[in-house]
């Protein structure tokens, strides 16, 4: 199809959708070069008409209603850029009914109807493009979904939740407490006035679920991902990471075993020389593993305005060049089953332990015998007095099934010199 | 076109082109399923037809004659995995003329020959896809072009060789002398009988010049990139930089400046906390800045059979979409003109000077002053004593203008009590 303007309609004009209001403005040329047509935001859905929006473009027509962009024939591609699930799921399915092609940043949307909405643009012969929904701005679906084609991805890990990694960050560097490195956060805005979503683990998981679907083949369900929260770290247990040679990092991870995906968010003990360790602040990145390619890390600013609008403009110019050459969304693996979820309960792990006790003749043989009676043999130790008669003890084991390490735990739990299990996480084993 | 067979011949069946027809074999299925056809190797250019193939798949016919692969009609994509200038230039020049696609892992022929080939592509409405010439299998040359076309580039920096990664860490982590280190690698077979292409920064030189035509549009010349050296970096300097907070990587360097490219290869000394600096051994990283996205970093094996071949296969898989919707390399970006170089006399730098003076009242004074009286003021130093009357003293300056920095260097030369100038590095600033 050989249009000489390519329209496009932004459903959203707030953080998201300025920001790519503003790159298209300022590389208008080289984008329409690229494309070989110009493109042109024609019309932005906005709640409010009157508010001031100083730079906005006055060729840009706004309205408060969605249909004057999903049914306008003119309107090729249409880039959600609103949030939440609905209306955004019915607007994007009547766009793409419609014949649009869509874009979305929609992280929530994606990870809970992206195999639906995908199969409906492959039904409808258009493409739904969702870069932005995952990491910000860093490359990762388009890569995943066409420079690793040739491997079978094995497994990925990744910081994806760039508050988390903000407040373990400035914990590790500053240690500062965990209340002041969240306040801290929330004045750079890099954490919200409710920050639980991220902090539990959730929004990790969200994004897990949009990854592990594309990476192996398979409609995720993001309520079957397990995940912890960073609530319980201490100070202690940073201080203790790094005498043992680690960092504490928000880890979601996605793994094809061959009884099915294993799949989890939680803190992790990440050894300091693993490239996932120098990765600070709010950056994010995504470690995977090809079977052919082995490991590969893709690294960058996971959020704010300008990083996600510029996927967010490259989905768009990818859309534009499909409309052109009248292609679909390109072998898009579109899951349409679910690969069984292999529990946490039947996994391996290595763990890391605090615990206080008595400081009595006898208590580390007893703890020890506990692990040993489960079968659990421990990679690393460290015992320091805590007060006057209280000793602390940190362990970090070798790989081990979950079961066994919880059973264990139970013992020493019934250990009667035993004060308190201060905290438990699992370890990243160093290769 | 709708072919229910995609067929592919391979120039070349040494490591790159056996990994290949492996990758394409393992994964013929799901490969088959992204593209919508069968994807089939046919043929395979060797050079001795007599040599044990053990591995080689029946179906496969061996020739000695480039023309049986490059005019046969019944090929789709002409895969060039033989190396070096000619006849790799030839063959592939004949094969776009002929109508087919390439697709090649040839450094060398796209540092120098690149953007006549990538033009002839264009003028036969054909494509040319290289992503294996860089950085192994890290995908990069496609996220440049298609996930960052809304950004404008501002800079570069990579560890794209690695031989010289590899031997600079094995000194950082294992304290091996250059020599030492050099043998193991060669050992490893990271390494080359002859590793002066590597060691001098001339194979880093090669892919900066082919990912600054991509990334600054233009068509770099390969001579006109400033390479530096390892071989001259002992032990001394890896353990200054380390007590410093550096580590010593070779970088690629690319930035546009409103003067024109700077271009250049050269030993640095990179923060500790930068996340090239964590980028060790065989592994390779390009780290990169744009306008929109902010800091992005891409590691991974930069060589090796199966990594390599992984992306060769993804452009195999790549122009085979191409041809199945009769699109050309997607509006690729053809340099068709080379901006100017800002010579290395140009640019700024922060630097680390490793000298030897006799150890007298005032000799730091005339060192300090000689380095103020060009302007170029301190950051960090360090004076031990050497030998008996003899001292070391280790600087690191400010970001300052290299012809400061050498005339001031000339000027501490004069000074009596200087006995050597050990060694001169440049330093990535701190951000």
Redesign the interface.
């Known amino acids: 199809m050989n249009k000489s303007v390519m329209k496009v309609g932004l459903l959203g004009l707030g953080t998201v959708g300025s ?1 790519t209001m503003q ?2 403005q ?2 208008q040329e ?2 329409s ?4 047509s110009e493109l042109r935001i024609t019309k932005a859905l906005v709640r409010d008409l009157g508010k001031e929006r100083p730079n906005l473009d006055p060729h840009i027509q706004l309205t408060t209603d969605a249909q004057a962009i999903i049914a306008d024939p003119e309107i090729d591609i249409v880039v959600e850029v609103m949030g939440g699930i609905e209306p955004a799921r019915s607007y994007i399915a009547a766009a793409l009914t419609n014949g649009k092609y869509v874009v979305t940043a929609n992280k929530d949307l994606m990870a809970t109807h992206g195999s639906e909405l995908l199969l409906l643009a492959q039904k409808q012969n258009r493409g739904i493009f969702y ?1 932005a929904s995952v990491g910000g ?3 990762l679906i ?2 995943i979904k ?7 991805i094995l497994s990925i890990m990744g910081i994806i939740n760039g508050t988390t990694n903000y407040i373990l960050t400035q914990m590790t560097e500053a240690k500062k407490d965990f209340q002041d490195a969240l306040e801290e956060a929330q004045a750079k805005g890099f954490a919200e006035a409710d920050p639980s979503n991220d902090l539990e683990g959730r929004d990790a998981a969200y994004k897990l679920a949009i990854l592990a679907s594309l990476c192996f083949n398979s409609a995720v369900d993001v309520n079957q991902i397990a995940t912890e929260s960073i609530t319980e770290i201490s100070l202690r247990d940073i201080m203790y990471a790094e005498e043992l040679g680690f960092v504490i990092k928000l880890l979601a991870l996605g793994e094809e075993t061959p009884e099915g995906l294993l799949l989890r968010v939680h803190p992790t003990l990440v050894p300091k ?1 693993h ?1 996932l ?4 602040n709010e ?1 994010n ?1 995504l470690f995977l593993k ?12 996971g959020a ?1 305005s ?2 996600t ?3 967010v ?2 989905d768009i ?2 859309a534009a ?1 499909c409309i052109k ?3 679909e969304n ?2 898009a ?1 579109i899951p349409q089953t679910a690969k069984p979820i292999v529990p946490m309960a039947e996994s391996r792990s290595c763990f890391y332990v605090r615990l206080k006790a008595k400081d009595q003749p006898g208590v580390f043989g007893s703890v020890a015998n506990a692990l040993g009676d489960e079968g659990v043999s421990l990679d690393l130790i460290i015992q320091k007095r805590r007060d006057f008669n209280l000793a602390e003890i940190v362990l970090v084991t070798h790989d081990v099934p979950e079961a066994n390490f919880y059973r264990a735990l139970d013992r020493i739990k019934q250990i009667d010199s035993i004060r308190n299990i201060s905290n438990v996480m699992r370890v990243l084993e160093r290769s």
């Open positions: 920001g790159i298209i300022t590389n080289e984008i070069r690229k494309i070989g870069e701005g860093i490359p388009r890569p066409r420079c690793l084609a040739a491997n079978k020389e490239p360790a120098s990765v600070s950056f990145a090809g079977d052919a390619v082995g490991e590969l890390m893709f690294y960058g600013r704010g300008l990083p609008a510029s996927a403009t490259a110019i990818e060049r050459h009248q292609i390109g072998a693996a």
